[in-house]
Structures are given as C-alpha cells and as structure tokens.
C-alpha cells in the first residue's frame, strides 16, 4: 500500500506540474464548453477489462479536446470529465483516475502542437494510449503483481487496436465541428460521426461476456464431470481453497492466486474424455486402463487451448499437476524445478484431497493419516518447500480439513 501511495502520489504531482506549466492561453470557450461535455458524455460509456480497470469512450473525448484547445485546457477537462464512482469514492483512487486521464490528454495535446495535422493527430493518440495504459500497467503491477507485459496481454491489448484505429475519428469530429458538412451545424455532424464511435462500448461488452460465458461454461463441464462421480462432488472446489491457502503462506502474488484458483478448478477437466467405465470403475485400475487416465492433463490442455486467451496463464498447472518431484510423475516425467510451482502446489493439494475421498474400493483417509503421507512424501512426490507450508496450514485446522463442513458449506454457497 505505501508503494501505491507512493506511485499516485507521483503520478498526481507530475499532472499538476504539467498542468501548471501547460499552455493557459485563452481557449475557444464555445468548443471547450461542447468538447468537454462530451467527453463527460462519452465517459458513462464503460466496461469493466477482466483484471483492473474499465476502457472507456472517454477517450475519444479527451483526443478531440488535444486536437481543439491548448494542453493545459485539455488536461483539466479531461480529469474532470470522469464520473464519480457509484460506492463513496475513494481520494486515492479518484487522484490516481483523474491526473491517469488528464495527464494523458496533456501529453497528448502538447504532441499534436509539434506535429499538426492527420501524423500530428496519430502521435497524439499514441501518446494518450502509452500514457494512459502505462499507468494502468504499473497499477496492476503495484496491486497484483501481474508483470506489466502479462497485464498486457490479458487486460488491455484487446482494446488497444480500436483506441489507435478510431484516433483519427476524433480529429476529424473537431474539422466537421469546425466545417460541418453533413448537416451544415457542426455538433449535429460530430453526434452523427459517434454513432459507429459508441458502438465500439457493445463490442467492448460483447468481448468481456464471451470472456464470462466462457468461465461459466467451464465451469459447468467441471460441474457435469464431478456429477457423473459423486465420489469426486466439489473436488475442484476443495482442491482450490487447499492450494490457495498454501499458496498465501509461502507468500505468492495476487496475480499468482488468482491464476492457482482458476488453474485448480479445471486442473481435471481432461476427465471429460476418460470413459465411465474406466472413471468409475469400482476397484484397481489395469495398466491399459491407467493409460487412458494419465492422458486427461493432455486432453485438458486440448480443451482449454482455444479459451487461454480469457484465461490467463493456467495451462502449466492443468498440463502438470501430475508430475513428482524425483521425475517419476506424468505425462512429460518433469523434475524438481522444471514443474511450474503453481503445479507443484496443485498436486500436493490434489493428493490430499484424494487421499481424504471416499472410493468404491475403499473409504477416504483421516486428515492425520493425509497430512503424515504429505509429510513422507516431501521430496519424492511433492516439492519439500510446498509440502512443509501445506503442513504449516493444515495445522491451524482450516475450513478445508473438515471435509463434510467444507462441502455443506460449499453447497449452500
């Protein structure tokens, strides 16, 4: 948190610094008046990205004031154009918005003066877009730990092209503002040029319900494979609160978390594929039939593969949650460090969750017994380091170690 002060903190001072020193001379006051009501317009028009943040119309807005009326004029207006948040805002969060914004359009507007024109018009929108998503990107970072180049890939770089394509849209709202040729009155030509501009929020939207439906839909094939075995009811679920929990004890990232949660959940929806007969069969499985069921990791990965773009970096953990640390493990016999540590985690989780499930061919173990085959375990099958946080965890009696509370719990829920 005093790291995030700190960077706000900085961020606010250099907008006023640059608002200060900006070009205050005399603005046209009827397009101030037009082009900063209508970036306050344009920027109701929000959606949320996955990660932090939402992308908004206000750019377009705030790009039309640089191209319109001197920096120092832009920045302000496009700082205050920003809606309040519904909840009670918070100072820190409201500085950080409004000097992110408004610093962009000064920054903007000031690239415009050094370059006139359609090439004047395009460095200034790309100065508004590093400015603007720049901020974001250490944010994200500050907050969740997510390297820059990831936060990039996942929350903003689907809506960076429409920022840079619609750019020039913008100075050309200003020329028709200026020299209406499509009605004759120039804020009638700029609300005819917005329509397509403000169809870009449903596409906006379109995209983040193609990204949730894609979760539900996930989540629902975890669901309908837990239903064929009652055995495995909330498997997934479990096994992603015991990870999660190891995971904060050895003092992962937020960004981390919320990838072990998501990884967790589907680690086993390569089960999809395995037959019933194989899946539920009541009693040892022959070396055939365990050759179908080593394969899920890779029919898992097959599954989730067109989807990992909304899902983040959780392949590591479906692919490999099956490997052990002396290299005996499947499907690609990966050794100590080779396994990605988030996979590393899941396993460890996933063991004690199936050695604490009841099975048509015996009954599930005591959390004691569990915990002491974690324990013998470490450094053969599971990773000494995540095996002796699992230990630390498991002894503080967590809601996960009382497996029919956890599940009563869970089903209310």
């Known amino acids: 948190m005093r790291a995030l002060r700190a960077y706000v903190t900085s961020l606010v001072s250099v907008f006023l610094l640059l608002l200060a ?62 809606p309040f948040a519904s909840r009670p805002p918070s100072l820190l969060r409201e500085a950080f918005n409004r000097s992110q914004v408004g610093l962009a359009a000064l920054l903007a507007a000031l690239a415009y003066g050094a370059v006139e024109g359609l090439p004047g018009a395009l460095l200034g929108a790309g100065v508004y877009f590093a400015a603007n998503t720049g901020a974001m990107l250490l944010l994200t970072w500050l907050l969740k730990g997510l390297p820059p180049k990831e936060a990039w890939r996942r929350n903003y770089a689907p809506y960076g092209a429409t920022y840079l394509l ?51 839909m996930l989540r629902g094939m975890v669901r309908s494979l837990e239903a064929r075995d009652p055995y495995t009811a909330l498997h997934s679920e479990r096994v992603a609160a015991i990870a999660l929990d190891v995971a904060r004890a050895m003092g992962l990232r937020e960004a981390d978390l919320e990838t072990l949660a998501l990884g967790a959940r589907l680690h086993d929806i390569g089960k999809v594929g395995v037959r019933d007969e194989v899946l539920l069969k009541p009693g040892r499985l022959t070396e055939e039939e365990w050759e179908e069921m080593r394969l899920h990791p890779e029919v898992g990965l097959r599954i989730l593969h067109p989807m990992l773009p909304y899902l983040g970096p959780i392949e590591g ?97």
């Open 21 to 82: 020193l900006g070009s205050w001379s005399p603005a046209p006051a009827e397009k101030l008046a037009f082009f900063g009501l209508l970036t306050a317009l344009l920027a109701r028009f929000a959606t949320p990205l996955p990660l932090v943040g939402t992308v908004r119309l206000h750019y377009f807005g705030a790009l039309a004031l640089a191209y319109s009326v001197p920096p120092g004029w832009a920045g302000l207006f496009s700082a205050l154009a920003l």
């Open 166 to 216: 619609t750019s020039p849209a913008a100075l050309l709202a200003v020329r028709l503002y200026e020299n209406p040729v499509l009605t004759g009155f120039g804020p009638l030509d700029v609300a005819v040029l917005l329509l397509p501009v403000v169809y870009l929020r449903y596409m906006w939207l379109l995209r983040r319900r193609v990204e949730e439906a894609t979760l539900s």
């Open 317 to 413: 953990i479906v692919l490999h949650h099956h490997e052990r640390w002396d290299g005996t493990g499947y499907p690609k016999g990966l050794k100590g460090e080779e396994i990605p540590l988030l996979a590393r985690i899941v396993a460890v989780a996933d063991a004690y969750e199936a050695m604490t499930s009841d099975r048509p061919y015996r009954k599930g173990l005591p959390p004691e017994e569990a915990a002491e085959a974690i324990r013998r375990e470490a450094g053969r099958q599971f990773d000494p380091e995540v095996a002796r946080a699992f230990l630390e965890v498991w002894g503080r009696c967590p809601a996960w170690r009382d497996k029919r509370g956890f599940a009563r719990v869970s089903a209310v829920g």
